[in-house]
DNA sequence: TATTGTTATACTCTATAACTATA
DNA sequence: TATAGTTATAGAGTATAACAATA
């Protein structure tokens, strides 16, 4: 294939591929939590209590929209606020007990789904190769 | 790396990667058309007029939802609709000279500003494996 | 002055429900 | 009955603007 043929060809089934990504992530009914709602919760998780300012830096967001997230996991008693001793402003947020059983348990979780539908359809060759490309789309998302 | 664990690595690269460009792809201010409506477009221009339902179809979104996108672009003068001969319901829509200009012109064309992205920023090989891995992602949507 | 967080408001893209006209 | 298309309405997830409290 020559290169520009194959540039656009490779953007086409990009462009394709976020669309329907898009699409089907959208439909959250039959899951305890969203997808933004996963990352936050996935986040305080792994690297520990943070503001609404720190998740909006890292997802890339404004504070107001981390905001509307985080007030619909706090009002459904999955993530609580503690004043930051040291700022007066700040509120740290971390899991409740609640939050965190719910994460661990993973039932209805999204990561837990995309896993399983990797693991049902996609061969360790095919995974191994997907998870080289997420870091890559990533990147594409970067230069958009 | 074990198989549980880089299944669990995989999806959650996967799960961040789908975030960051559902996010980076919904800021259409700078750009003629948003990534639904360059979807409408292309289809158009590649596989001829079609319907709503039609067009509906093959996104797998509603026919209303879908009536809205070409609702916008045929206020914009870059589709027209022309009845169906052969069935007084239909409206065969297809690319008004406008919209075919815009399309092969394809300034802030978003598969062209993937082109670019893709172009500037990675290697003819990772080029080829973006692509091959598209194909996975959109495999992986319609497992969600 | 800069930062944290809030409220108010609006936009995009999608959905479901209910309808008319045609097949 | 089924399909093409429309209007009305609602929801999720974002944005910008304007503000109060604190640093």
Same mark, same amino acid.
């Given at each position: ?9 490779? +953007? ?39 503001? @609404? ?7 890339? @967001? ?35 007990? +609640? ?6 348990? +993973? ?19 095919? @995974?191994?190769?997907?998870?080289? +490309? ?11």
């Amino acid at each position: 294939m020559r290169g520009e043929e194959e540039l656009l060809t490779t +953007a086409t089934a990009v462009r394709r591929a976020i669309s329907l990504l898009k699409r089907r992530t959208r439909e959250t009914q039959t899951h305890d939590l969203s997808l933004p709602e996963t990352a936050v919760m996935s986040r305080l998780d792994r690297h520990g209590p943070d503001s @609404i300012s720190g998740l909006a830096r890292w997802e890339q @967001i404004t504070p107001q929209a981390m905001g509307a997230t985080v007030g619909g996991l706090e009002s459904r008693g999955l993530l609580h606020r503690i004043p930051d001793p040291h700022d007066k402003r700040r509120g740290l947020l971390s899991l409740t007990e +609640a939050g965190a059983d719910l994460l661990r348990t +993973a039932r209805d979780n999204r990561t837990e789904q995309i896993a399983h539908a990797l693991a049902d359809n996609f061969t360790p060759e095919e @995974i191994a190769e997907i998870r080289r +490309a997420a870091t890559l789309f990533e990147r594409i998302a970067q230069f958009l």
